[in-house]
């Protein structure tokens, strides 16, 4: 340990401490970004003491540890968690582009809605103030008294008119026991105000479910021609 702190040693720490705080802005990566900062940090301190000023030591250390919260806060964040069996086969099928953790939160937004069979979840018309995600059952998509699609779990209800805040262009009514997680747009410029980043995913997630419906919708009308 004395080889750290013998004065002769102090220049070449505050050398090698320079190159890894160049190094550190080579990455992307905010969490490698992080983590050279934290070695640059500690060997900035080692050379501070080494050469005596107090005032190098004492500032790299509050670097040290703003740098060593915000990558533990990184980790913390990619890292797995438990999903429940109800929200674990949607979480595969469509939303592996967020972490579990990030998933999680998102889909526990609100608490969820439960419908009975036979009753409407949204009506043709109406403001569309909320977006919803079918987490089990089924549902019926209804309009001039005819069915045009059904819904399954691990879909979005009413979308497009939520994204563009237009009315509801039909009836949706519950097939069977349904539960639903939901959003208003309130709780979308939160999490857009809060999280740039899980924001932009998850309107990424919803335009996919939009365009596999839109697919799905010509491939019908195909078939009928």
Known sequence: MDLFFAPD???????????????????????????????????????????????????????????????????????????????KGIYKEAFTTLTTREFKKIIMTNPYHAYKAGDKIMSEGQDTNELFLLLSGNTSVISSNKEIASIASGDFIGEMSFMSKQTASADVFAKDAVIVAYWTHEDLYKLEQKNIKIYNKFLTIVGRDLVKKLKRKNHKVIESV
């Open 9 to 87: 040693s102090g220049e070449y720490l505050y050398s090698i401490a320079a190159v890894f705080s160049f190094a550190a802005y080579v990455f992307s990566n905010i969490l490698w970004l992080r983590v050279f900062l934290i070695i640059a940090a500690l060997l900035y301190i080692l050379a501070g003491v080494s050469l005596g000023l107090t005032s190098m030591a004492g500032w790299n250390a509050a670097y040290f540890l703003i740098n060593s919260y915000h990558a533990g806060m990184i980790l913390f964040n990619k890292s797995t968690v438990m999903l429940p069996d109800e929200i």
